[in-house]
């Protein structure tokens, strides 16, 4: 429970649902050097805390962000009932702090507890929630370029018991951290085809922190190749592309803009969504269709492959640099794709977005929301 150091104020998270605000007195803002920021490990000052139990969601709080203590028995530690989510809270030009899509991970959110047999957040307490913490730390929001305060909304089950079961308690937390890109430069990826990271009824497209763990040792192998991350193929064959580990994939072949269909497989991205909706809406030709690894290295081959980028909240939008696959034989073919600047179709995406985030731009699809609880929308808008 937060006590030292903070004063509690009660307010409504949505009309009838009470919650209690806790104030930290000791900031840790000034300490934080906005201008070099490195992804993931710098937390701000607050987080959003409720717990589940007797069948309902209840002890809505925000309170300073600290170390939790739970036993070694908990459930979330031994069976993976621990799903999360990633967004972003930008600074517009004039200052106002804005979510980025928020409902799209709300939902997808919802879809993964449902898979892991967790009980959905209310979405609109999910939402006011969001709004309350990202405008209670909105000084957190890093103003450049290629910053935004990274959301990590997290719920794990906490039942103090061994037995294979779904839990009957749950903690669901967000957090946030002011971040820089992910990856700093274009990546190098490896196509993966010896290990799997989904398979057609598994947990592909959910974001369970499972998935992530099963993917590290093949990942951690292709990095001390000199890679970045990999490119996942299906489990079948090994031989449709799937995704990055952290992104999304895209291509362009010839003048279209493709990416592998949401089969159940991959994550269905909020960033690949958004880059979907900008090409359609400016008449580029883009389709979710399956893709061979034969399909690339033959476009390769032909001078057809003209981009090739990961989408994805925390990587935005990132150039791939290299795709090496290695032959049987231990020989690798490499595709290695024009430099950055000879891309103008993802460079060109990637500021759109940004510009729509920052209200630079028209946001035609409505995607940016203020970050504002309600019951201060009056005066914080006026
Ligand atoms: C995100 O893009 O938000 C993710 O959760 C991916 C993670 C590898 C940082």
Not at 58 to 67: A, H, K, L, W
Not at 136 to 163: C, H, K, N, V
Not at 335 to 354: H, N
Request: hydrophobic letters at 40%; charged letters at 25%; one cysteine or more.
């Amino acid at each position: 429970m937060p006590s030292e150091g903070t004063t509690g104020e009660t307010y409504e998270l949505v009309p009838g649902v009470p919650f209690r605000l806790h104030r930290t007195d000791k900031s840790r803002l000034s300490q934080v050097d906005f201008h070099n920021l490195p992804f993931g490990k710098v937390f701000s000052d607050h987080m959003f805390v409720a717990e589940y139990r007797n069948g309902k969601w209840q002890n809505f709080r925000i309170e300073p962000y600290r170390t939790l203590q739970f036993t070694p028995a908990m459930i979330a530690l031994h069976y993976g009932q621990i799903i999360f989510e990633g967004m972003k809270a930008f600074r517009t030009v004039d200052g106002k702090p804005v979510l980025f899509r928020p409902e799209k991970n709300i939902q997808r959110m919802k879809r993964s507890a449902e898979r892991m047999a967790m009980p959905p957040f209310p979405e609109d307490l999910f939402l006011a929630a969001l709004k309350e913490l990202v405008w209670l730390d909105r000084e957190w929001i890093p103003p450049q370029e290629d910053s935004a305060l990274y959301i990590r909304p997290m719920m794990f089950a906490t039942d103090e018991y061994i037995g294979v079961r779904p839990s009957e308690t749950y903690w669901f937390i967000i957090f946030t951290c002011p971040v820089g890109p992910y990856y700093p430069e274009p990546v190098r990826v490896l196509i993966e085809r010896e290990y799997v990271r989904a398979f057609p009824g598994g947990t592909g497209d959910a974001k369970a922190g499972g998935n992530y763990g099963a993917s590290l040792m093949p990942a951690r192998r292709a990095q001390q190749k000199g890679y970045h991350q990999l490119l996942w193929t299906d489990g079948h064959e090994h031989r449709w592309v799937e995704e990055i580990g952290t992104m999304n994939v895209f291509f362009v072949i010839d003048g279209e803009v493709v990416t592998p269909p949401l089969t159940g497989t991959i994550l269905p991205g909020v960033t690949r969504d958004s880059v979907i909706t900008l090409c359609r809406e400016e008449g580029i030709p883009v389709a979710e269709r399956p893709i061979a690894i034969e399909e690339l290295f033959a476009a390769y081959e032909e001078g057809k492959l003209q981009d090739a980028f990961g989408t994805g909240t925390a990587a935005t939008i990132t150039p791939i640099a290299e795709i090496a696959m290695e032959r049987e034989d231990g020989t690798v073919a490499r595709i290695l794709l024009p430099p950055v600047q000879e891309r103008t179709l993802s460079a060109r995406l990637k500021q759109r977005l940004e510009a729509i985030r920052r209200g630079l731009a028209p946001d035609p699809f409505g995607w940016v929301l203020p970050a504002i609880p309600e019951r201060l929308q009056s005066t914080a808008q006026a």
